[in-house]
């Protein structure tokens, strides 16, 4: 089964210390997304890369977060200096080149779930 | 921009009774509009969609309708069963992203 997969899917920092997270997508996916799950709370977009390009970053936090999805290897979501609020699930979705546009149709992983002590 | 409202919950249904989860949307231009399902502890999956008004988006005995005059997109399936106990995601298309609602999480009593 090649779907995506994140890791860690469980991760624990105190507050001031640097989360990453990965995601690697579907074998063949171009386009990658995280969204971010806050408790009781519905996805929010972060943002949306392509290989070594970030297409769109509107949903991110102007400060501490960033993401990267390099040529080789998985994409990365960094948070630093993370603090109470950023505890959530934060998932990564990808889908193929071009496909959006004809099916819209994203495939998850099953998450990251930052806690933050 | 763009926006999605669905129904709050939790819904809480006894096995096979009929289900409907309202969804609403405000966008511009035409959508395509989506439910997403997610079960405990996995990420979300594709349900259904419908890509232009009056499309009806079906699969695993949901269904849904898209209305422009009324800008919605309600989920209905005839009969629940236990199996079908999730978190239910309304959502659209916008630009090169997927928005989505807060989602309606769904309990099915034996």
């Known amino acids: 089964n090649a779907g995506v997969m994140q890791n860690p899917r469980h991760l624990v920092r105190r507050r001031g210390q640097e989360a990453r997270l990965r995601c690697s997508p579907v074998k063949g996916h171009s386009h990658v997304y995280w969204y971010r799950q806050l408790p009781e709370e519905g996805l929010k977009f972060m943002v949306y890369l392509q290989k070594e390009n970030i297409i769109d970053e509107s949903g991110m936090p102007k400060e501490r977060f960033s993401a990267e999805f390099p040529k080789e290897g998985p994409s990365i979501l960094r948070i630093q200096q993370v603090v109470r609020g950023d505890s959530a699930a934060y998932f990564c979705?990808?889908?193929?080149?071009?496909?959006?546009?004809?099916?819209?149709?994203?495939?998850f992983g099953e998450g990251s779930r930052l806690t933050v002590l | 921009g763009n926006s999605v409202t669905q129904m709050e919950g939790p819904v809480t249904l006894s096995e096979e009774a009929f289900l409907t989860i309202n969804c609403t949307y405000t966008a511009t231009g035409y959508p395509s509009l989506f439910w997403y399902v997610q079960y405990p502890g996995e990420g979300l999956q594709l349900l259904l969609k419908?890509?232009?008004?009056?499309d009806k988006g079906s699969n695993k005995g949901f269904e849904a309708t898209y209305r422009k005059e009324t800008t919605s997109f309600h989920l209905e399936k005839g009969s629940v069963q236990v199996s079908d106990s999730a978190v239910y995601f309304c959502?659209?298309?916008?630009?090169?992203?997927?928005?989505f609602g807060s989602g309606t999480r769904l309990s099915i009593r034996p």
């Open positions: 419908a890509t232009k008004a009056d």
């Open positions: 959502a659209l298309s916008s630009a090169s992203k997927i928005i």
């Open positions: 979705a990808s889908s193929p080149k071009d496909s959006f546009a004809n099916t819209g149709e994203l495939f």
